[in-house]
């Protein structure tokens, strides 16, 4: 396994693009600015003023945060990992990749915590060939690139650009396996999830499917469920109801599994290698009566 590195200064380059940066920031924010606050409230401002649309400012505020985030809060756990044995053939290699759809995988021998490389799915097209050579699955892998829990979520991305890898396996302080990520992972936390075929058609965040019983969208923000459901979940450390209820957990649940807080019955309904899709949320009745009243007080009289 390799380490990351930073590439080396230009400090021509640099100075131009701080330069024009700057002139940027003069042209449209003539009043200097302070702090991050103040930047994010110009940035409301001017979309709320059709100087940008939502789009954009989501994504400008996307960037300003992975400067914030460490690889660790947005890493595929170590539990959620699809592994290749140095010892599979060829045939078992092709069935993992069908089956988990994945692309890059790491290689092992024995232990999660020792990897030997990372297998491209590609590599093994030209094995399928009649005239292909005997399977050696040692000599495909590619160096694994390797990170620390630490690493800002910024710099994983410069590294990523311009070392031209798109994955890296993450490491905690005694140098054992935690996680991995992708570039996949940090484009997300700017433009908003990339969907596949696995993500489920948009629509409500929160649904009621009976009285008691709400299908919520993991990724509904905390400050919204509270609102909702006339609850106080902290929202200090993680921002979506699905981050809440991982860090319960203290892993990624699978489907199924089910967890209570504050009397709050939480069953997973759909996840995938990465993250919680589709919760299911079971509400306890002292809140149902509080919705049910805000709600009757709410509506208008005539």
């Not at 200064?9 to 330069?19: D, F, L, T, V």
């Not at 939502?54 to 947005?74: P, S, Y």
């Not at 019983?213 to 509270?226: G, R, Y």
């Not at 909702?228 to 981050?243: K, N, P, R």
Request: proline share 4%.
């Amino acid at each position: 396994m390799q380490c990351s590195e930073n590439s080396g200064e230009q400090p021509a380059e640099n100075n131009r693009k701080s330069s024009f940066f700057q002139s940027f920031v003069h042209k449209f924010f003539p009043t200097e600015l302070k702090n991050r606050e103040e930047l994010v409230e110009v940035i409301r401002d001017s979309e709320q003023n059709d100087l940008i649309d939502q789009g954009t400012r989501e994504m400008i505020e996307g960037v300003m945060e992975i400067a914030h985030l460490r690889v660790r809060d947005i890493m595929i756990p170590r539990s959620q990992i699809v592994f290749i044995e140095i010892t599979q053939d060829l045939d078992a290699c092709l069935d993992t990749i069908i089956h988990s759809a994945h692309s890059r995988f790491p290689v092992i021998t024995g232990e999660r915590d020792h990897i030997l490389g990372i297998l491209h799915a590609k590599d093994l097209l030209t094995c399928l060939r009649k005239d292909a050579k005997p399977f050696d699955l040692l000599s495909m892998l590619r160096p694994a690139v390797v990170v620390p829990e630490s690493k800002r979520v910024d710099r994983m991305l410069k590294d990523f650009r311009l070392e031209r890898f798109h994955m890296a396996i993450v490491v905690d302080e005694f140098g054992a396996v935690s996680g991995l990520v992708t570039i996949e992972d940090i484009l997300e936390q700017i433009v908003g999830d990339i969907e596949d075929e696995f993500d489920e058609d948009e629509g409500e965040d929160i649904r009621q499917l009976s009285r008691h019983v709400f299908s919520v969208k993991a990724l509904t923000p905390i400050e919204d469920f509270n609102a909702h459901f006339q609850t106080h979940f902290d929202d200090e450390e993680v921002d979506t109801i699905g981050g809440l209820v991982m860090n319960a957990f203290g892993y990624l649940p699978d489907p199924g599994e089910e967890i209570t807080l504050d009397g709050f019955k939480f069953k997973i309904i759909a996840a995938d290698n990465r993250r919680l899709i589709q919760l299911r949320v079971t509400v306890p009745t002292k809140n149902i009566e509080k919705i049910e009243h805000a709600t009757e007080t709410e509506e208008p009289t005539e």
